[in-house]
């Protein structure tokens, strides 16, 4: 098993460094997730289902009437609607009308509700979850929220600021590559190895795991 300092070398010689430093994001601090409120985050939670599949950019330019359609992404308010809301959406030519993604923001908002009077706001439950339990985070989102199973929850995490890294194809066959990791996205056993791996990693070089998972699907 390479150390990473041979992969982040692999990953210049492939990429360069400006090349490399320049697709490196920084994650939010735990006090700038806290400060998110709890409708920002349904909208993004929302935007990531609702643009799974589509271009990020028809969906963005969508955005604004979503905000109107699902009362600004109040959690309180969406968790609330009903089938004759549901029906309202559907004939709404300004938005996405996918109803199975529809029923999932009337969930995933009356879920983010819960968890608000769990833990005072959805940004104190991100930051609840330690670095070295990024799996149990994963799999709670799958199976408080729809449609955030797979690689959705980890992406969802990674636009809201929340330090993860992603098993992306690239990220997968890094893995395979250094680790000799088979089928990290599929085998759970797996996953859990990846986890621990990563965490090896963020502590031998102190970066952010979002950092960590770039350098590698770069470096093959």
Known sequence: MADFQTIYDAAINRRGEVDLHARLSTPSNNDEL????????????????????????????????????????????????????LDQLLSNERIIRHAGKIKATFHNAAAMHDIAHECGGFGHYLVGWTPDNLNGLWLDLGKRFKHLGGNSGPY????????????SNDVIRGLQHWCGLEDAAKNKSTIKLAHEQFNTWAKQTGRPFCQISMILALSV
Not at 156 to 167: A, S
């Open 34 to 85: 806290i400060g998110v409120s709890d409708d920002r985050y349904l909208s993004q939670m929302a935007f990531r289902i609702f643009s799974t599949g589509l271009r990020q950019d028809m969906v963005r330019g969508k955005w604004p009437e979503f905000e109107q359609a699902f009362h600004n992404f109040d959690p309180a308010r969406v968790g609330f609607m009903n089938e004759e809301d």
């Open 156 to 167: 969802f995490l990674r636009m809201v600021g929340k330090d993860t890294f992603t098993l």
